[in-house]
């Protein structure tokens, strides 16, 4: 599976951007998808996965409450609604392809380029 991220850009603390990841084939619904970011001088740190069906999810703590992740399996596509953006979510976010829920990138098999989240104080 192919994934693009889109979405990204520069927004004030308090505000809200939603991310998107498309994907290309028609085996997206055999996936789980995750998000994840890495700041500048910083590892790749999970932000949030969720299920093939979409019924389950998982948050990294920094975000829980604040972000939610979604999928519509009809278009391919699943999302990261960020809401309350403080200046340390600025990082590149990236969305990846797995066969289970998880939090460890090395379990993902398939990685989007990338976008960046810049949040200004």
């Known amino acids: 599976v192919q994934l693009q991220a889109s979405g990204g850009g520069l927004v004030q603390a308090g505000g809200s951007l939603r991310l998107s990841c498309a994907a290309s084939?028609?085996?997206?619904?055999?996936?789980?998808m995750g998000w994840f970011r890495q700041a500048p001088g910083k590892e790749r740190e999970f932000v949030a996965t969720?299920?093939?069906?979409?019924?389950?999810?998982y948050y990294a703590d920094s975000v829980n409450g604040r972000f939610t992740i979604s999928r519509d399996n009809a278009k391919n596509t699943f999302y990261l609604q960020m809401n309350s953006l403080k200046p340390e979510d600025t990082a590149v976010h990236y969305c990846a392809a797995t066969y289970g829920l998880a939090s460890d990138p090395s379990r993902y098999h398939y990685w989007g380029q990338g976008t960046l989240v810049t949040v200004s104080s």
């Open positions: 969720i299920s093939q069906s979409g019924g389950g999810t």
């Open positions: 084939g028609r085996t997206f619904s055999s996936y789980a």
